[in-house]
């Protein structure tokens, strides 16, 4: 402003105090916008963070899962009752596997006089369809029946989640030795423990987990001495009442060391009995109980299990979807864009036909839903839950996404390039062709692409052209019953059991990647094509 | 196009040798042009000297570059224009409907104010034009075409080691004399220069100027210019424009020195405009 020499001579002639005053006030002005402006950038990385965060935590136990690895006995006489050793027969006999599973069980686990509620405590730690794929390896290979084989048996939700740490609060302590047992497992034990010191801790730890709040029921102790456990009835001092579980049925020896599992929730309120904690536990001591790789969540189509429920149908359903989709919006919207942008006169039709493409890409996506059923399925006739529909109806929900993103591109090709192209005499379509599209293929690329993640994540239109349906095969083509990992998502949420949950969160996690997939693929081919021109 | 650079070798000595009475290339008669309800350009008549340089100068908007325009049937694609009145080139009028626009600019090229190279290849820059028009055929012919297009707009010591190199690295002057080679590619007969030099520097200026002083010995060249030093350096005739009305035209050293018209000496001298 000015020179050292002459500085405070001068400054007072254009430097007044309202002029300061004002700079003052342009700067705080500045300041503060700029504040808003990363205020705003942090709530919105906050949300992202929190969002994934909520997802991943939640989903990260639906990717494993516990299974058990059982010596099988393959025997005939379930397996193959006829003997025919037919690949198909053996295939579709699940009800004979699980017989033997459930037989096999029994023999290990109950003792012959064992009741009907025992057994179907303990084959409910299976799901009924667990046998599935046991009875496709065994058709697959027919000469293993009548050997021992090793399966990884899928353990059922509830049990999965319990390994998880879900089902209840819970502790495990240990508390010293045993120093008498009397009783029997059938009338009930009274265990002696070695020190007053663990009888206490015992009773803070029961304290700690009694919780009014959920219910009214104490915290329930489930006791291990030695390898049998037990569940506490009552205490007094030292001395601890216990009714039998599983386990060895000898009573507890002497200075055999005692565990305590303490559960906040009583077995009438929780999922997993506290028979079944038992047998798990055993198992896990045993080393039989191993966490897998989930696969059969990308392996496996929708079941009603949702240990056995895999994306599988809604992946491949969600792609055929979407490759109907591509097909109808991308060209239509990009020979629509070109042809207004380009090659239209214009007059007052074509600015209606405009006003009226910006207006549809506002509609509610359910009334196009409302459409497809109308159009589609009730005057074409064409089938319901089937991807050519869903197809069709998502393409007519983004067509006017790419028409304007593809109009916009095409506007953004500098004139120049379509006048150089006139004047060496080539012609409107050539110019169009040769020059103004490969232009625009970047922007159109881009729009076309964010309008099929659009239509990726759509679910409302498509509950109402019946792809809600319940779908257990992959489908084999855009005619066949379909849903899509949307609908699956909407549908995973909304089952009972509490094993849905992470399910839910795996599948969000599958359709954030295909999203984040198709976002690459238009970055990737934005990049060529911007190396190229 | 055969026919045209036979045409070309046939009366090139002698275009040296008679340049100042060189027969007529475009005759334009009662022009009239409509933007809308606007009229942009009020009854021009005008005939452009074969094999030589004639500038358009005038004020901003006076109607200069739509009326060059006309000559190559640019103002077709703005949908609003309406051109009235006969143009004939070599006979012809081409604003009959039986004559296809994309059929004239083959063959009367078109150098725009802002150097506006296709985002292509040098090589495919000046290819595009003789590819679309088959003027080549196969590579080796192709190759030629490309060469002595370069040649012929002074670009070819410049670029012949990098022809793969996209036309936009180029400095703002080769680009401008890249256009130009685009459009002899084509062998045009007639090119029209809407201010070329507008966007460039006093150097890149003075070899744009240079070069259309060569081109003259071939083509007939129509300068729109807002610089009369300019005018006055590489026309042979110039025509003055104001208010969508030609005031003056003739021979350049005339109007330069002894303009007929007030308003010309006024624009001239640098009164107004």
Redesign the interface.
């Known amino acids: 402003m000015s020179s050292p020499t002459e500085g405070t001579a001068n400054t007072g002639s254009f430097v007044t105090e309202e002029a300061l005053q004002r700079l003052k006030k342009r700067h705080g002005a500045e300041a503060r916008f700029k504040l808003y402006g990363q205020l705003a950038i942090g709530i919105a990385i906050v949300a992202l963070v929190a969002l994934l965060v909520s997802i991943f935590g939640q989903a990260s136990s639906a990717f494993s899962r516990y299974v058990l690895s059982y010596d099988l006995n393959i025997e005939a006489s379930y397996v193959d009752p006829d003997g025919t050793r037919d690949p198909e027969a053996i295939a579709r006999n699940v009800s004979g596997f699980n017989l033997m599973l459930q037989d096999q069980l029994a023999d290990e686990f109950l003792s012959d006089d064992a009741n009907r509620n025992l057994r179907r405590e303990l084959y409910g730690m299976f799901t009924r369809l667990a046998v599935l794929p046991i009875a496709r390896a065994t058709a697959d290979a027919p000469e293993t029946i009548g050997s021992e084989q090793i399966f990884n048996v899928a353990l059922a939700d509830d049990i999965d989640l319990f390994l998880k740490g879900g089902v209840s609060a819970r502790k495990s302590i240990e508390i010293g030795t045993v120093a008498a047992g009397d009783g029997s497992t059938e009338d009930g034990v009274t265990l002696t423990l070695a020190s007053q010191d663990a009888a206490e801790k015992l009773g803070a730890a029961l304290t700690e987990l009694t919780r009014t709040d959920v219910d009214d029921a104490p915290a329930v102790a489930l006791i291990k001495a030695g390898n049998t456990w037990y569940r506490m009835e009552a205490s007094e001092g030292r001395n601890l009442s216990l009714t039998y579980l599983a386990g060895p049925r000898a009573l507890p020896s002497e200075g055999a060391a005692i565990e305590a599992l303490i559960l906040a929730q009583s077995q009438e309120n929780r999922t997993v009995t506290d028979r079944q904690i038992a047998w798990t536990k055993i198992l896990q001591t045993q080393g039989r109980i191993k966490s897998v790789l989930n696969t059969s969540l990308f392996t496996n189509s929708d079941s009603t299990y949702p240990e056995l429920a895999g994306t599988a149908a809604a992946i491949v359903g969600s792609l055929l979807t979407m490759l109907v989709t591509a097909l109808l919006a991308i060209p239509v919207g990009i020979f629509a864009a070109v042809y207004l942008e380009e090659f239209a ?2 007059n007052r039709l074509t600015s209606l036909i405009e006003v009226n493409i910006n207006n549809l890409a506002a509609v509610p996506s359910i009334v196009f839903g409302l459409l497809g059923a109308a159009v589609f399925i009730n005057f074409m006739g064409l089938p319901r839950s089937v991807p050519l529909v869903g197809g069709l109806v998502l393409g007519l929900l983004v067509l006017p996404t790419v028409i304007i993103a593809s109009r916009a591109a095409l506007t953004a090709v ?1 004139p ?13 379509t ?1 110019s169009v062709f ?2 103004v599209l490969p ?1 625009a293929a970047p922007g159109i690329m881009t729009g076309a692409i964010i309008g099929m993640a659009r239509a990726l994540g759509e679910t409302a239109p498509l509950l109402l052209i019946g792809m809600v349906a319940f779908v257990a095969e992959v489908p084999d083509g855009p005619m066949d019953e379909s849903t899509v990992l949307p609908v699956l998502i909407y549908k995973w949420s909304t089952g009972a059991e509490r094993a849905w949950e992470p399910q839910t969160a795996a599948a969000i996690i599958v359709l954030l990647v295909f999203l984040i997939l198709m976002n690459l693929i238009a970055i990737i081919l934005r990049r060529r094509f911007e190396r190229r ?1 | 196009m055969d026919g045209n650079m036979e045409h070309f070798t046939q009366t090139k000595s002698s275009a040296r040798a008679d340049a100042a009475s060189a027969p007529i290339k475009v005759d334009c008669q009662n022009i009239d042009v409509y933007y809308g309800d606007k009229q942009a350009i009020e009854d021009i008549s005008l005939q452009i000297e074969d094999r030589s340089v004639t500038a358009f100068i005038g004020p901003s908007g006076c109607g200069k570059s739509t009326f060059l325009r006309c000559m190559n049937r640019m103002n077709d694609t703005i949908e609003s224009a309406k051109v009235t009145g006969k143009i004939f080139m070599d006979g012809a009028n081409i604003n009959d409907p039986s004559i296809d626009p994309v059929l004239l600019r083959s063959r009367v090229g078109m150098v725009f104010q802002k150097p506006n190279p296709f985002p292509k290849s040098i090589y495919d820059n000046i290819a595009y034009g003789p590819r679309i028009h088959g003027l080549a055929s196969g590579k080796a012919e192709m190759d030629e075409v490309v060469e002595n297009s370069l040649r012929k707009a002074g670009l070819w010591e410049e670029v012949k080691d990098r022809l793969p190199a996209p036309g936009t690295s180029l400095s703002g002057g080769q680009q401008q004399r890249l256009c130009i080679a685009r459009a002899i590619a084509v062998s045009p007969e007639v090119i029209l220069m809407d201010e070329p030099c507008s966007a460039l520097d006093p150097i890149a200026t003075a070899k744009i100027e240079e070069l259309i002083d060569e081109l003259r010995e071939r083509y007939c060249i129509v300068i729109v210019t807002h610089s009369m030093q300019q005018a006055a350096r590489v026309s042979q005739k110039t025509a003055f424009f104001h208010l969508g009305k030609l005031i003056e035209y003739g021979d350049t050293e005339r109007i330069f020195t002894n303009p007929e018209h007030g308003r010309t000496q006024d624009y001239i001298t640098g009164r107004f405009g």
Do not use: C, E, F, N
């Open positions: 006169p214009k500098p120049s390039i379509r006048t150089a192209a006139l004047g060496v005499g080539a012609s409107k050539q040769h020059h232009l021109w």
